[in-house]
């Protein structure tokens, strides 16, 4: 490494095989190119194949199917909630100006419930997770790590 390269790196000696090829993925060196990464780096072959006959598993498929239809509906009405918010702001302004209790407003009323939906739904997010996802995915964890040894 060069006096250059140290300074860009602040002085910090780098052993990265593929620190000197450019992100062009040009060489410019001497020596002729690092061919591949070592061993260690690379995963074995029947990992992939692993990783994909889990995929494709009916036991992969479902706690995938579990996970969007709870994530895409609530993300949808959360989202539907939190925009509804911003057009009566902009909209009725003073719709939302409209005082309930003293100086709390419509405006405050409904900020505060945009806090208690965030709660609610990080709550039921993680029910849901608890109660309908986790073990199945624990399951798909072990089979995975045992058909990889």
Known sequence: M???DQAETGGLRVDDPWYDVLAAGEWEGPEPPPVSLPSQARPAD?????????QASGPFQEVRSRYRRFVFPAAAAFLAWYLLYVVLATAAPRLMARPLLGELNVAMVLGL??????FLLTWAY????R???????LDLRWDT????R
Request: proline share 0%; charged share 35%; no cysteine.
């Open 145 to 148: 790590q045992e058909r990889m």
């Open 2 to 4: 060069n006096e250059h």
């Open 126 to 129: 993680a029910r849901h997770a």
């Open 113 to 118: 419930a945009q806090f208690a939906s965030t």
């Open 131 to 137: 109660l309908r996802r986790d073990r199945a995915a």
């Open 46 to 54: 029947g990992h992939a194949r692993v990783y994909r006959e889990v």
